[in-house]
């Protein structure tokens, strides 16, 4: 058995790193895989020497084919025993889209968890479907690890965001449950780190520093933006060991996003144990419910001002999950008070965290994909 992967793992983004580590998970077990890239942006970011190894292995004699694209560049090609469409989404459907269509004609499709599942079936999807989740490498959740150095966080229990700049992350929300959360003589902070595709770090920090104080003008909690807490911004690049660093230097990471299909950066802090608090769809309901972090109650509504993506998907006609905001405060209100108060208590948690991040690893994940292409008709 041999595995062709083709898949955007040189794009930079959250999914190219998926496919890396869904190519290294099935390495890690002996899986004889090829890759391929496919581009979709400009970006060229460094990746794995192991990568580049496997990128230079001949295609030769692969009789499974998975392609890990978004399905609009799905193509079924009967050289291969099994062609596989790996992909994600992260609202309740895409049947408007071309997708169904495009899907359907391969042989099976994996996405990375039970929702997407759904969302696929209730799109039409006929194929088999199989939950793949993502793997990781769960050596680096080192706590010996240095951290990044940000003097304004010192003294402080800090609450963190890492995502793009879109309104499907909802960090609008993050922002409003701060502050009315928390009083400017609390010893809390919050750092967001986030990027916003073709748009240069500094017009980055602009846009949020703007929609922050928007935000804090619109709660007229105070009579003036400088009686509220600064949120500490990063727009920067930064590189994978850096990003580790943030989470090792960082308290609890707050995901409010309308829908996730996995979000690393909330399975890492799980796994560097800080108590992510997500919304509770997608990935996160996955990996999150036996504890280590907590789930958010949600409510459909329509999809809406998803402007930079395909004009099928992310419409009006599907729906994503707004996060209860009174909900999202007491839980971090929860987390701030254990670190105070309860440190056993903060300290079961880190622990669960860790504990289920390592049911992801690429050992086991890897053995899940073996059994499945071995299982396979």
Not at 130 to 157: H, M, W
Not at 165 to 184: G, P, Q, S, W, Y
């Amino acid at each position: 058995m041999k595995v062709l992967f083709i898949g955007v793992y040189r794009d930079g983004t959250g999914w190219a790193k998926a496919a890396i580590d869904y190519i290294l998970a099935m390495d890690a077990v002996g899986i004889d895989v090829a890759c391929r890239p496919l581009k979709l942006n400009a970006n060229n970011y460094p990746i794995p020497d192991k990568i580049s190894e496997l990128e230079n292995k001949p295609s030769k004699g692969a009789d499974i084919c998975i392609q890990n694209v978004l399905p609009h560049y799905l193509d079924y090609n009967g050289y291969f025993d099994k062609n596989i469409a790996l992909y994600f989404s992260e609202t309740s459907s895409f049947h408007r889209s071309v997708w169904p269509q495009r899907i359907n004609c391969m042989d099976e499709a994996w996405v990375p968890c039970e929702q997407m599942s759904e969302a696929s079936m209730a799109s039409g999807v006929t194929v088999p479907i199989k939950v793949i989740p993502c793997a990781s490498d769960t050596t680096k959740f080192d706590p010996s690890r240095p951290v990044f150095e940000i003097p304004q966080l010192n003294d402080t229990f800090s609450f963190y965001f890492i995502g793009d700049m879109t309104r499907r992350k909802n960090l609008v929300a993050l922002i409003k449950a701060f502050h009315l959360e928390f009083d400017i003589s609390e010893p809390v902070s919050l750092l967001i780190k986030t990027t916003k595709y073709d748009s240069p770090p500094e017009e980055t920090m602009e846009e949020v520093k703007g929609m922050c104080n928007k935000i804090k003008e619109n709660l007229k909690i105070y009579p003036s933006l400088d009686k509220y807490k600064y949120e500490l911004i990063v727009t920067e690049h930064i590189s994978e060991e850096e990003m580790y660093s943030l989470h090792t230097t960082c308290n609890c990471f707050v995901m409010p996003s309308y829908g996730e299909a996995w979000c690393i950066p909330a399975f890492e802090a799980m796994g560097f144990g800080n108590t992510p608090i997500c919304s509770n769809v997608g990935g996160p309901s996955e990996y999150l419910k036996n504890g280590g972090g907590f789930l958010l109650p949600v409510r459909a509504e329509p999809v809406f001002g998803m402007m930079d993506t395909f004009n099928d998907i992310y419409t009006g006609h599907e729906n994503w999950w707004s996060v209860d905001v009174l909900a999202m405060q007491q839980k971090m209100r929860t987390v701030f008070e254990m670190w105070k108060n309860d440190r056993e208590g903060h300290l079961k948690i880190q622990q669960q965290g860790r504990l289920s991040a390592e049911q992801y690893s690429y050992e086991n994940v890897g053995n899940m994909i073996k059994k499945e292409l071995e299982n396979a008709d």
